[in-house]
């Protein structure tokens, strides 16, 4: 099967980590086919940068279902643009903050969210009640790293992120953690055996819930708000992303 892996900010590198997370788990017969906007910011921190973000991802998902994608993942934890693209893909969306999230709700009572930047907890709040999950998450902690930190893979920025599981564990009585960041991917293994709990990367467990999606024939229904957009016009830069 070919799943396509959206970086919906425009750096390259992140690009890079958030592939091979997804390769690192994908089943032999699995291709993943990782793309990133030409428009757009650099990193997702907040509201703002999300709503610049979503008319290139949604191109890049555009591409990638004419390219024959089987389905797609939206690799940023606060599932960018996520009911736009189930609305506009032919093939299956999941955002990594909704795929982690369910994932750890399988493993643990209470789980907590370690994320980048205090800008990001209140949409991280507001999706884990939209998913219905806001009771099983004790806390959602900010480290505060940069997005772009991340990719310098530097101590100080592993220190603050492992100092937040370590309270997370002992103030918020959390029995696993999801990282909440796409540019964490590559920290999961090294937290869960620093910590001794489960670790949850959102790139890695979207990657397998889309495979078990494909596999089992499932897309998005049509029935309701993910019902294909009307047919109009749109006008200035965005009439590209017309219907």
Not at 28 to 46: F, K, N
């Given at each position: ?139 959602v902690r900010a480290a505060e790293v940069p997005v772009l930190a991340l990719e310098e893979r530097n101590a100080d920025a592993l220190g603050k992120i492992s100092a937040e599981i370590t309270a997370a564990v002992r ?73």
């Open positions: 099967m070919r799943l396509h892996v959206v970086n919906p900010n425009t750096t390259a590198s992140m690009t890079a980590k958030i592939a091979a997370a997804a390769r690192s788990v994908a089943l032999p017969d699995t291709l993943i086919d990782a793309r990133q906007p030409g428009m757009g910011p650099v990193s997702i921190e907040g509201f703002y940068d999300e709503a610049f973000a979503v008319p290139g991802m949604l191109g890049c998902i555009r591409d990638a279902d004419r390219d024959g994608a089987d389905a797609h993942i939206i690799a940023c934890f606060d599932d960018t643009g996520l009911d736009a693209a189930r609305a506009a893909a032919k093939a299956p969306v999941i955002g990594i903050g909704e795929a982690g999230f369910h994932m750890a709700s399988l493993i643990a009572a209470r789980f907590a969210v370690v994320t980048t930047l205090g800008v990001s907890i209140v949409p991280i709040e507001h999706n884990l009640r939209k998913y219905g999950l806001a009771e099983r998450c004790a806390r103030d918020d009585r959390a029995e696993a953690i999801v990282l909440g960041c796409a540019g964490m991917a590559d920290l999961a293994a090294e937290l869960a055996a620093t910590h001794g709990l489960p670790v949850v990367d959102g790139v890695a467990a979207a990657v397998t819930l889309a495979e078990s999606l494909v596999r089992l024939g499932l897309k998005t229904s049509r029935l309701g708000p993910y019902a294909a957009p009307r047919s109009k016009t749109y006008s200035g830069p965005f009439s590209p992303f017309q219907p």
